[in-house]
């Protein structure tokens, strides 16, 4: 009978490791909160929503959260072409 149950057991870790529910759920909780924000007015939904991505994709919610604030980063260079005469022969 034990050696049933561990085998059940097992199998089911196995399976729940390949369907990944909570992946399945960080990324339609992200999907929510980027996209479909407007469905979700109100501090009780999207304080529901938060905690739920907090409890399904933690690092990427802890990373945001700490990084909320920060000045967006400068523009890079401009583009410089390079020309086929050299600057001493003009």
Request: glycine fraction near 6%.
């Amino acid at each position: 009978m034990t050696a049933v149950l561990i085998a059940v057991a097992l199998a089911t870790g196995y399976g729940l490791g390949r369907w990944r529910p909570w992946k399945r759920l960080a990324d339609w909780t992200n999907w929510q909160m980027r996209f479909h924000a407007d469905q979700w007015t109100g501090w009780h939904r999207e304080a529901a929503l938060a905690a739920l991505l907090l409890a399904t994709d933690t690092r990427t919610f802890l990373w945001a959260w700490r990084h909320r604030n920060e000045p967006r980063p400068g523009r890079s260079p401009a583009v410089e072409f390079r020309t086929s005469h050299r600057e001493d022969d003009r």
